[in-house]
Protein backbone atom coordinates (compact mmCIF):
# COMPACT_ATOMS: atom_id res chain seq x y z
CA UNK A 1 0.00 0.00 0.00
CA UNK A 2 1.56 3.53 -1.16
CA UNK A 3 1.05 6.19 1.49
CA UNK A 4 1.73 9.85 0.43
CA UNK A 5 0.66 11.77 2.89
CA UNK A 6 2.98 14.64 3.84
CA UNK A 7 4.28 15.58 6.85
CA UNK A 8 4.01 19.39 7.02
CA UNK A 9 5.16 21.68 9.33
CA UNK A 10 1.91 22.60 10.96
CA UNK A 11 1.13 18.77 11.75
CA UNK A 12 4.95 18.00 12.75
CA UNK A 13 4.22 21.12 15.64
CA UNK A 14 0.51 19.48 16.45
CA UNK A 15 2.07 15.95 17.05
CA UNK A 16 5.36 17.43 19.08
CA UNK A 17 2.37 19.40 21.16
CA UNK A 18 0.57 16.29 21.21
CA UNK A 19 3.24 14.27 22.37
CA UNK A 20 3.31 14.67 26.24
CA UNK A 21 0.22 13.91 27.25
CA UNK A 22 -1.53 12.02 24.26
CA UNK A 23 -1.74 8.30 24.95
CA UNK A 24 -3.15 6.68 21.87
CA UNK A 25 -4.48 2.92 22.61
CA UNK A 26 -3.51 0.14 20.52
CA UNK A 27 -3.20 -3.37 20.77
CA UNK A 28 0.39 -4.36 19.08
CA UNK A 29 1.72 -8.04 19.16
CA UNK A 30 5.42 -8.51 19.22
CA UNK A 31 6.91 -11.40 17.20
CA UNK A 32 10.80 -12.54 17.81
CA UNK A 33 12.53 -12.60 14.34
CA UNK A 34 16.22 -14.06 14.63
CA UNK A 35 18.93 -14.96 12.09
CA UNK A 36 19.00 -19.04 12.29
CA UNK A 37 21.69 -20.05 13.88
CA UNK A 38 22.82 -16.92 14.91
CA UNK A 39 23.49 -16.43 18.87
CA UNK A 40 22.35 -12.64 18.82
CA UNK A 41 20.53 -10.66 15.99
CA UNK A 42 20.03 -7.26 15.47
CA UNK A 43 17.41 -6.18 13.32
CA UNK A 44 17.39 -2.60 11.69
CA UNK A 45 14.89 -1.79 9.05
CA UNK A 46 11.94 -2.74 7.67
CA UNK A 47 11.05 -2.08 4.20
CA UNK A 48 7.24 -1.71 3.05
CA UNK A 49 7.78 -4.79 0.92
CA UNK A 50 8.81 -7.25 3.38
CA UNK A 51 12.59 -6.77 3.56
CA UNK A 52 14.64 -6.52 5.98
CA UNK A 53 18.64 -5.42 6.89
CA UNK A 54 20.21 -7.39 9.90
CA UNK A 55 22.90 -7.95 11.66
CA UNK A 56 24.19 -11.14 13.82
CA UNK A 57 27.18 -13.15 14.76
CA UNK A 58 27.14 -14.82 11.22
CA UNK A 59 27.58 -11.61 9.35
CA UNK A 60 24.85 -9.36 7.73
CA UNK A 61 21.99 -10.30 6.33
CA UNK A 62 18.67 -9.55 4.33
CA UNK A 63 15.56 -10.82 4.68
CA UNK A 64 14.06 -11.29 1.27
CA UNK A 65 11.67 -13.82 -0.67
CA UNK A 66 11.34 -16.21 1.91
CA UNK A 67 14.82 -16.58 2.74
CA UNK A 68 17.62 -15.08 4.92
CA UNK A 69 20.75 -14.34 2.61
CA UNK A 70 23.96 -13.37 3.47
CA UNK A 71 25.70 -10.14 2.43
CA UNK A 72 27.40 -10.78 -1.29
CA UNK A 73 30.90 -11.31 -0.92
CA UNK A 74 33.17 -8.72 -0.24
CA UNK A 75 34.98 -7.02 -2.92
CA UNK A 76 38.95 -8.74 -2.86
CA UNK A 77 40.75 -6.65 -0.93
CA UNK A 78 38.67 -4.41 1.33
CA UNK A 79 40.39 -6.34 4.55
CA UNK A 80 37.20 -6.63 5.95
CA UNK A 81 35.66 -10.20 7.97
CA UNK A 82 32.50 -10.95 6.24
CA UNK A 83 31.58 -10.90 10.40
CA UNK A 84 32.49 -7.17 10.51
CA UNK A 85 29.58 -6.26 8.07
CA UNK A 86 26.18 -5.51 8.84
CA UNK A 87 23.42 -4.56 7.02
CA UNK A 88 21.37 -1.19 8.86
CA UNK A 89 18.90 0.18 6.03
CA UNK A 90 17.14 -1.30 3.27
CA UNK A 91 15.37 0.78 0.65
CA UNK A 92 11.93 -0.66 -1.08
CA UNK A 93 14.24 -1.26 -4.54
CA UNK A 94 16.37 -3.38 -2.07
CA UNK A 95 19.23 -1.06 -1.87
CA UNK A 96 20.75 -1.61 1.62
CA UNK A 97 23.29 0.06 3.60
CA UNK A 98 25.58 -0.55 6.17
CA UNK A 99 28.82 -0.69 7.69
CA UNK A 100 31.83 -2.79 7.57
CA UNK A 101 35.00 -3.40 9.76
CA UNK A 102 36.51 -3.11 13.33
CA UNK A 103 34.14 -0.91 15.88
CA UNK A 104 36.16 1.90 15.58
CA UNK A 105 37.15 2.21 11.83
CA UNK A 106 34.03 1.29 9.78
CA UNK A 107 33.51 2.21 6.76
CA UNK A 108 29.84 2.47 5.40
CA UNK A 109 28.30 0.88 2.33
CA UNK A 110 25.48 1.27 -0.37
CA UNK A 111 25.07 -1.89 -1.62
CA UNK A 112 23.30 -2.22 -4.61
CA UNK A 113 22.52 -5.49 -6.35
CA UNK A 114 26.15 -7.34 -5.98
CA UNK A 115 28.24 -3.86 -5.79
CA UNK A 116 29.44 -2.32 -2.85
CA UNK A 117 29.96 1.30 -3.14
CA UNK A 118 32.16 2.00 -0.02
CA UNK A 119 32.43 5.49 1.73
CA UNK A 120 33.61 7.65 4.78
CA UNK A 121 32.48 11.23 5.55
CA UNK A 122 35.78 13.63 6.54
CA UNK A 123 38.33 10.71 7.46
CA UNK A 124 40.47 13.44 8.36
CA UNK A 125 38.51 14.16 11.52
CA UNK A 126 36.22 10.91 11.80
CA UNK A 127 38.10 7.25 12.33
CA UNK A 128 34.64 5.90 11.23
CA UNK A 129 31.35 5.61 9.66
CA UNK A 130 28.08 4.91 9.79
CA UNK A 131 25.09 4.40 6.87
CA UNK A 132 21.91 4.46 8.99
CA UNK A 133 19.25 4.02 6.39
CA UNK A 134 17.90 4.89 2.63
CA UNK A 135 15.37 6.29 1.43
CA UNK A 136 13.81 5.33 -2.38
CA UNK A 137 15.39 8.42 -3.60
CA UNK A 138 18.85 7.06 -2.74
CA UNK A 139 19.48 9.43 0.02
CA UNK A 140 21.53 7.72 3.17
CA UNK A 141 21.48 9.20 6.49
CA UNK A 142 24.81 8.05 9.06
CA UNK A 143 26.96 9.52 11.42
CA UNK A 144 30.75 9.54 11.34
CA UNK A 145 32.87 9.23 14.65
CA UNK A 146 35.95 9.29 16.32
CA UNK A 147 36.49 9.35 19.96
CA UNK A 148 34.48 13.12 21.40
CA UNK A 149 31.82 11.79 19.68
CA UNK A 150 29.63 11.50 16.13
CA UNK A 151 28.25 14.06 13.60
CA UNK A 152 25.17 13.12 11.36
CA UNK A 153 25.05 13.91 8.03
CA UNK A 154 22.53 13.19 4.94
CA UNK A 155 24.38 11.87 1.84
CA UNK A 156 23.45 12.26 -1.65
CA UNK A 157 25.41 10.29 -4.30
CA UNK A 158 22.80 10.75 -6.46
CA UNK A 159 22.03 14.46 -6.41
CA UNK A 160 18.60 13.27 -5.78
CA UNK A 161 15.61 16.13 -4.71
CA UNK A 162 15.59 18.14 -1.40
CA UNK A 163 19.42 18.13 -0.64
CA UNK A 164 22.34 19.11 -2.26
CA UNK A 165 24.67 16.66 -3.65
CA UNK A 166 27.28 15.50 -1.39
CA UNK A 167 27.33 15.83 2.09
CA UNK A 168 24.85 18.12 4.33
CA UNK A 169 25.97 18.01 7.72
CA UNK A 170 23.30 17.96 10.71
CA UNK A 171 23.82 19.84 13.84
CA UNK A 172 21.68 20.25 16.34
CA UNK A 173 21.72 22.54 18.82
CA UNK A 174 19.73 23.32 21.67
CA UNK A 175 18.30 27.01 22.39
CA UNK A 176 20.75 27.62 24.28
CA UNK A 177 23.51 27.69 21.88
CA UNK A 178 25.24 23.99 23.49
CA UNK A 179 25.66 21.77 20.32
CA UNK A 180 25.49 17.96 19.71
CA UNK A 181 28.21 16.07 20.87
CA UNK A 182 26.93 13.02 19.15
CA UNK A 183 24.14 13.00 16.42
CA UNK A 184 22.92 9.69 14.76
CA UNK A 185 20.29 10.72 12.18
CA UNK A 186 18.30 7.31 10.69
CA UNK A 187 15.48 6.52 9.18
CA UNK A 188 14.38 8.58 5.96
CA UNK A 189 11.28 8.95 3.98
CA UNK A 190 9.94 9.44 0.32
CA UNK A 191 10.13 13.26 1.21
CA UNK A 192 13.53 13.34 3.03
CA UNK A 193 12.25 14.06 6.63
CA UNK A 194 14.43 12.26 8.73
CA UNK A 195 14.60 11.44 12.46
CA UNK A 196 17.11 10.56 14.82
CA UNK A 197 18.54 11.39 18.45
CA UNK A 198 21.13 14.27 19.19
CA UNK A 199 23.22 14.59 22.86
CA UNK A 200 23.94 17.29 24.66
CA UNK A 201 26.64 18.05 27.94
CA UNK A 202 24.84 19.02 29.67
CA UNK A 203 20.93 18.25 28.37
CA UNK A 204 21.02 14.46 27.68
CA UNK A 205 19.50 13.11 24.74
CA UNK A 206 16.88 14.56 22.31
CA UNK A 207 15.28 13.12 19.08
CA UNK A 208 14.52 15.16 16.24
CA UNK A 209 12.80 15.36 13.26
CA UNK A 210 14.08 17.11 10.35
CA UNK A 211 12.56 18.03 7.11
CA UNK A 212 13.79 19.51 3.99
CA UNK A 213 10.98 21.39 2.99
CA UNK A 214 10.84 23.52 6.40
CA UNK A 215 10.39 27.16 4.41
CA UNK A 216 7.48 25.71 2.49
CA UNK A 217 5.83 24.73 5.68
CA UNK A 218 6.39 27.68 6.93
CA UNK A 219 8.88 26.55 10.21
CA UNK A 220 11.34 28.52 10.85
CA UNK A 221 14.07 25.80 11.13
CA UNK A 222 14.66 22.11 9.53
CA UNK A 223 15.06 20.70 12.45
CA UNK A 224 12.74 19.73 15.94
CA UNK A 225 14.55 18.99 18.65
CA UNK A 226 11.85 17.08 21.13
CA UNK A 227 11.56 14.65 24.37
CA UNK A 228 8.73 12.05 25.22
CA UNK A 229 7.74 13.25 28.70
CA UNK A 230 10.75 15.52 29.10
CA UNK A 231 12.79 11.79 29.30
CA UNK A 232 15.48 10.04 27.01
CA UNK A 233 14.75 9.94 23.55
CA UNK A 234 15.53 8.12 20.02
CA UNK A 235 13.13 8.50 17.28
CA UNK A 236 14.43 6.20 14.80
CA UNK A 237 12.01 5.02 12.35
CA UNK A 238 9.63 7.55 10.06
CA UNK A 239 7.32 6.06 7.28
CA UNK A 240 5.43 8.18 5.03
CA UNK A 241 2.40 9.34 7.02
CA UNK A 242 4.82 10.78 9.45
CA UNK A 243 4.48 7.79 12.19
CA UNK A 244 7.05 7.82 14.05
CA UNK A 245 9.33 5.04 16.24
CA UNK A 246 11.95 4.74 18.42
CA UNK A 247 12.71 4.05 22.01
CA UNK A 248 12.68 6.22 25.27
CA UNK A 249 12.56 6.44 28.80
CA UNK A 250 9.72 8.24 28.79
CA UNK A 251 8.10 5.50 31.07
CA UNK A 252 10.40 5.92 34.15
CA UNK A 253 12.25 2.76 33.98
CA UNK A 254 14.37 1.58 31.20
CA UNK A 255 14.94 1.65 27.57
CA UNK A 256 10.91 1.07 25.83
CA UNK A 257 9.70 1.72 22.43
CA UNK A 258 7.75 4.22 21.40
CA UNK A 259 5.22 4.95 18.27
CA UNK A 260 4.35 9.00 17.93
CA UNK A 261 1.71 9.84 15.68
CA UNK A 262 -0.44 12.98 15.58
CA UNK A 263 -2.63 11.81 18.09
CA UNK A 264 0.59 11.20 20.50
CA UNK A 265 2.59 9.05 21.92
CA UNK A 266 2.21 5.51 23.01
CA UNK A 267 5.02 3.34 24.99
CA UNK A 268 5.55 0.49 23.46
CA UNK A 269 7.09 -3.11 25.60
CA UNK A 270 6.98 -6.83 24.55
CA UNK A 271 5.82 -8.09 28.06
CA UNK A 272 6.21 -11.57 26.25
CA UNK A 273 9.63 -11.15 25.77
CA UNK A 274 12.49 -10.54 27.70
CA UNK A 275 13.79 -6.88 27.19
CA UNK A 276 15.25 -6.03 30.56
CA UNK A 277 17.91 -4.25 28.72
CA UNK A 278 15.86 -2.02 26.29
CA UNK A 279 13.48 -2.44 23.47
CA UNK A 280 14.76 -0.67 20.70
CA UNK A 281 12.37 0.27 17.90
CA UNK A 282 14.38 0.68 14.72
CA UNK A 283 11.65 1.28 11.47
CA UNK A 284 8.32 1.47 10.90
CA UNK A 285 6.84 0.79 7.59
CA UNK A 286 4.02 2.15 5.35
CA UNK A 287 1.52 -0.91 6.94
CA UNK A 288 2.89 -0.16 9.88
CA UNK A 289 4.88 -2.66 10.86
CA UNK A 290 7.72 -1.79 13.24
CA UNK A 291 11.01 -3.75 13.47
CA UNK A 292 13.60 -3.40 15.87
CA UNK A 293 15.30 -5.53 18.97
CA UNK A 294 15.23 -6.82 22.13
CA UNK A 295 18.32 -7.13 24.41
CA UNK A 296 16.89 -9.51 27.08
CA UNK A 297 19.25 -9.81 30.93
CA UNK A 298 22.31 -11.40 29.75
CA UNK A 299 22.93 -9.04 27.33
CA UNK A 300 22.10 -10.34 24.13
CA UNK A 301 20.20 -9.10 21.14
CA UNK A 302 17.08 -10.54 19.35
CA UNK A 303 15.41 -9.32 16.80
CA UNK A 304 11.47 -8.59 16.46
CA UNK A 305 8.68 -7.47 14.64
CA UNK A 306 5.69 -5.64 16.12
CA UNK A 307 2.18 -5.68 14.15
CA UNK A 308 -0.03 -2.68 15.11
CA UNK A 309 -3.94 -2.70 15.67
CA UNK A 310 -4.20 -6.85 15.50
CA UNK A 311 -6.91 -8.20 15.21
CA UNK A 312 -8.86 -11.01 17.58
CA UNK A 313 -11.48 -13.30 16.72
CA UNK A 314 -14.36 -12.62 18.68
CA UNK A 315 -15.31 -16.30 18.65
CA UNK A 316 -14.75 -19.58 17.58
CA UNK A 317 -17.85 -21.92 15.52
CA UNK A 318 -17.01 -25.17 13.95
CA UNK A 319 -13.37 -24.62 14.22
CA UNK A 320 -13.56 -21.03 11.84
CA UNK A 321 -12.61 -17.90 13.95
CA UNK A 322 -15.14 -15.52 13.53
CA UNK A 323 -14.04 -11.60 13.28
CA UNK A 324 -16.03 -8.57 13.81
CA UNK A 325 -14.12 -5.32 12.80
CA UNK A 326 -14.76 -2.24 11.11
CA UNK A 327 -12.46 -1.96 8.17
CA UNK A 328 -11.53 0.93 5.40
CA UNK A 329 -10.28 0.71 1.81
CA UNK A 330 -6.93 -0.01 1.33
CA UNK A 331 -6.28 -0.17 5.64
CA UNK A 332 -4.30 -3.11 6.65
CA UNK A 333 -5.65 -5.40 8.86
CA UNK A 334 -3.85 -7.55 10.97
CA UNK A 335 -5.22 -11.12 11.73
CA UNK A 336 -4.49 -13.52 14.61
CA UNK A 337 -3.80 -16.12 14.70
CA UNK A 338 -1.14 -16.69 12.40
CA UNK A 339 -2.24 -19.23 9.76
CA UNK A 340 -0.92 -22.40 11.72
CA UNK A 341 -1.69 -24.91 8.85
CA UNK A 342 -3.53 -23.86 6.27
CA UNK A 343 -6.57 -21.22 6.76
CA UNK A 344 -9.29 -20.82 4.13
CA UNK A 345 -10.14 -16.90 4.22
CA UNK A 346 -13.81 -15.54 3.87
CA UNK A 347 -15.72 -12.12 4.55
CA UNK A 348 -18.72 -12.60 5.16
CA UNK A 349 -22.16 -11.05 4.61
CA UNK A 350 -22.12 -7.56 2.93
CA UNK A 351 -18.27 -7.04 3.06
CA UNK A 352 -16.12 -5.46 1.05
CA UNK A 353 -14.26 -7.67 -0.76
CA UNK A 354 -9.81 -8.70 -0.22
CA UNK A 355 -7.84 -6.72 -2.22
CA UNK A 356 -4.66 -8.14 -0.99
CA UNK A 357 -2.74 -10.76 1.31
CA UNK A 358 0.93 -10.32 2.77
CA UNK A 359 1.88 -13.36 4.82
CA UNK A 360 4.10 -13.51 7.86
CA UNK A 361 7.73 -13.55 8.74
CA UNK A 362 9.53 -15.72 10.13
CA UNK A 363 6.87 -18.98 10.46
CA UNK A 364 8.74 -22.12 9.29
CA UNK A 365 10.02 -21.38 5.73
CA UNK A 366 8.48 -18.51 5.19
CA UNK A 367 6.60 -19.88 1.65
CA UNK A 368 3.39 -20.22 1.45
CA UNK A 369 0.98 -21.17 -1.68
CA UNK A 370 -2.18 -19.12 -2.05
CA UNK A 371 -4.77 -20.45 -3.51
CA UNK A 372 -7.91 -18.83 -5.23
CA UNK A 373 -10.44 -19.76 -7.39
CA UNK A 374 -8.93 -22.53 -8.74
CA UNK A 375 -5.13 -20.10 -9.21
CA UNK A 376 -2.17 -20.79 -7.24
CA UNK A 377 0.37 -17.95 -6.16
CA UNK A 378 3.90 -18.70 -4.58
CA UNK A 379 4.63 -15.98 -1.88
CA UNK A 380 7.29 -15.39 0.31
CA UNK A 381 6.49 -13.64 4.14
CA UNK A 382 6.63 -10.29 3.88
CA UNK A 383 5.59 -10.22 0.36
CA UNK A 384 2.10 -8.86 -0.82
CA UNK A 385 -0.15 -10.45 -2.78
CA UNK A 386 -2.50 -7.66 -4.20
CA UNK A 387 -5.22 -9.47 -5.81
CA UNK A 388 -6.63 -6.42 -7.76
CA UNK A 389 -3.67 -6.86 -9.59
CA UNK A 390 -2.97 -10.64 -10.08
CA UNK A 391 -6.45 -11.54 -12.79
CA UNK A 392 -9.21 -10.00 -9.92
CA UNK A 393 -9.59 -6.38 -10.57
CA UNK A 394 -12.65 -6.38 -7.55
CA UNK A 395 -10.98 -8.39 -5.23
CA UNK A 396 -11.50 -11.62 -3.74
CA UNK A 397 -14.50 -13.09 -1.56
CA UNK A 398 -12.43 -16.14 -0.28
CA UNK A 399 -8.75 -17.43 -0.42
CA UNK A 400 -7.10 -20.36 1.02
CA UNK A 401 -3.30 -19.92 2.69
CA UNK A 402 -1.43 -23.19 2.94
CA UNK A 403 2.50 -24.11 3.51
CA UNK A 404 2.86 -23.75 6.96
CA UNK A 405 5.23 -26.12 7.99
CA UNK A 406 4.33 -28.37 10.94
CA UNK A 407 7.27 -28.01 11.79
CA UNK A 408 6.86 -24.71 13.03
CA UNK A 409 5.08 -25.50 15.57
CA UNK A 410 2.18 -22.90 15.40
CA UNK A 411 -0.57 -23.62 17.59
CA UNK A 412 -3.95 -22.77 15.33
CA UNK A 413 -6.20 -22.60 18.45
CA UNK A 414 -4.03 -20.57 20.08
CA UNK A 415 -4.66 -16.41 18.98
CA UNK A 416 -2.54 -15.05 22.66
CA UNK A 417 -0.71 -12.50 21.31
CA UNK A 418 3.04 -12.64 22.82
CA UNK B 1 0.24 -11.79 11.55
CA UNK B 2 -1.41 -11.90 8.45
CA UNK B 3 -2.01 -8.64 6.79
CA UNK B 4 -4.89 -8.13 4.52
CA UNK B 5 -6.67 -5.40 2.93
CA UNK B 6 -10.20 -4.72 1.61
CA UNK B 7 -11.61 -2.75 -1.02
CA UNK B 8 -14.30 0.16 -1.19
CA UNK B 9 -18.00 -1.02 -0.98
CA UNK B 10 -19.68 -3.27 1.25
CA UNK B 11 -20.80 -2.29 4.66
CA UNK B 12 -16.92 -1.45 5.95
CA UNK B 13 -17.09 -4.54 8.09
CA UNK B 14 -15.06 -7.77 8.32
CA UNK B 15 -17.21 -10.30 9.83
CA UNK B 16 -15.97 -13.25 8.06
CA UNK B 17 -13.73 -16.17 9.33
CA UNK B 18 -11.04 -18.03 9.01
CA UNK B 19 -11.01 -21.94 8.87
CA UNK B 20 -8.58 -24.34 9.34
CA UNK B 21 -7.85 -26.18 6.52
CA UNK B 22 -7.89 -30.47 6.81
CA UNK B 23 -6.10 -32.31 3.93
CA UNK B 24 -9.76 -33.19 2.15
CA UNK B 25 -10.17 -29.55 1.91
CA UNK B 26 -6.58 -28.94 0.74
CA UNK B 27 -6.68 -31.47 -1.54
CA UNK B 28 -10.23 -30.17 -2.95
CA UNK B 29 -8.49 -26.77 -3.47
CA UNK B 30 -5.04 -28.21 -5.11
CA UNK B 31 -7.26 -30.07 -7.25
CA UNK B 32 -9.28 -26.51 -8.40
CA UNK B 33 -6.13 -25.04 -8.99
CA UNK B 34 -4.87 -27.94 -10.99
CA UNK B 35 -7.76 -28.04 -13.12
CA UNK B 36 -6.80 -26.79 -16.89
CA UNK B 37 -3.19 -26.89 -15.85
CA UNK B 38 -0.90 -29.40 -18.10
CA UNK B 39 -2.04 -31.34 -20.91
CA UNK B 40 -5.45 -32.78 -20.83
CA UNK B 41 -6.62 -33.85 -17.29
CA UNK B 42 -4.05 -35.95 -16.10
CA UNK B 43 -3.11 -34.00 -13.44
CA UNK B 44 -6.72 -33.17 -11.71
CA UNK B 45 -7.32 -36.96 -12.29
CA UNK B 46 -4.57 -37.96 -9.86
CA UNK B 47 -5.37 -35.82 -7.46
CA UNK B 48 -9.19 -36.94 -7.77
CA UNK B 49 -7.97 -40.31 -7.15
CA UNK B 50 -5.77 -38.94 -4.04
CA UNK B 51 -9.10 -37.73 -2.62
CA UNK B 52 -10.99 -40.66 -2.91
CA UNK B 53 -8.22 -42.56 -1.37
CA UNK B 54 -8.37 -40.22 1.12
CA UNK B 55 -11.84 -40.40 1.85
CA UNK B 56 -11.51 -44.27 2.03
CA UNK B 57 -8.75 -44.07 5.12
CA UNK B 58 -5.91 -44.96 2.34
CA UNK B 59 -2.69 -43.88 3.01
CA UNK B 60 -1.11 -45.38 1.10
CA UNK B 61 -2.90 -45.19 -2.11
CA UNK B 62 -3.07 -41.25 -1.03
CA UNK B 63 0.59 -41.13 -1.36
CA UNK B 64 0.86 -42.98 -4.28
CA UNK B 65 -1.09 -40.43 -6.00
CA UNK B 66 0.53 -37.85 -4.93
CA UNK B 67 3.84 -39.11 -5.33
CA UNK B 68 2.67 -39.20 -9.14
CA UNK B 69 1.11 -36.08 -9.45
CA UNK B 70 4.31 -34.04 -8.40
CA UNK B 71 6.70 -36.31 -10.67
CA UNK B 72 4.09 -35.32 -13.70
CA UNK B 73 4.05 -31.75 -12.25
CA UNK B 74 8.10 -31.27 -11.96
CA UNK B 75 8.35 -33.15 -15.25
CA UNK B 76 6.49 -30.90 -17.13
CA UNK B 77 7.75 -27.63 -14.86
CA UNK B 78 8.70 -25.20 -17.13
CA UNK B 79 6.86 -26.58 -20.18
CA UNK B 80 3.53 -27.55 -20.04
CA UNK B 81 3.27 -26.16 -16.52
CA UNK B 82 5.01 -22.51 -15.58
CA UNK B 83 7.86 -22.67 -13.52
CA UNK B 84 6.27 -20.93 -10.36
CA UNK B 85 2.78 -22.35 -10.97
CA UNK B 86 4.58 -25.63 -10.50
CA UNK B 87 6.83 -24.72 -7.89
CA UNK B 88 3.43 -23.68 -5.68
CA UNK B 89 1.41 -27.03 -6.63
CA UNK B 90 4.29 -29.12 -6.05
CA UNK B 91 4.99 -27.11 -2.79
CA UNK B 92 1.01 -27.71 -1.41
CA UNK B 93 1.21 -31.22 -2.30
CA UNK B 94 4.53 -31.75 -0.53
CA UNK B 95 2.75 -30.29 2.14
CA UNK B 96 -0.36 -32.52 2.20
CA UNK B 97 1.87 -35.31 2.32
CA UNK B 98 3.00 -34.08 5.56
CA UNK B 99 -0.66 -33.59 6.84
CA UNK B 100 -1.72 -37.10 5.91
CA UNK B 101 1.34 -38.78 7.28
CA UNK B 102 3.21 -40.35 3.95
CA UNK B 103 6.43 -41.60 4.56
Known amino acids: ?418 | MTEVTFGAGGNGRFTGTMTALTPASELADLAAAATAVGPGQSLVTKLRRAQTALAAGDVTGTCAALGTFVAEVSAQAGKHVGAMLADALVAEAHEIEGAVGCP
Not at chain 1, 43 to 58: F, H, K
Request: aromatic share 10%; proline share 7%.
Open chain 1, 1 to 418: MAHSQRFPAAFVTALLLAASPGHVRADYVCQPLDVPGAAWTQVWQLNSTGAVAAGSDLGGRVYSGGGWLPLPPLPAGSGFASSEVAALGINDAGVTVGVAGPDTSQQAFILSGSTYAFFSYRPDLYTGTEARAISNSGLVTGVAYNQDGGTGFVYNPSAAPRFAAGYTEIVPTLPDGTVAWRTIPNGINSAGQFVGSADFNPGGRYGFLYDPDWRAQGASKPLTLFQLDGAYTAPRGIDNAGRIVGFTRAGGGGIVGFLLTAQGHQLITCPGLDAANGLYLESINDSGVISGMRTDAAGVNHGLLIFPDVTLPVTSVDGAFVFDAAVSPSTPVFLDPEPAVGYQYAIGEGNPLFTSVTLPIGVGDDVYTVLAQGRAFHLAGGQRLDFTQSGFPSGLASFAVMGIEKSAGVDANDPTPS
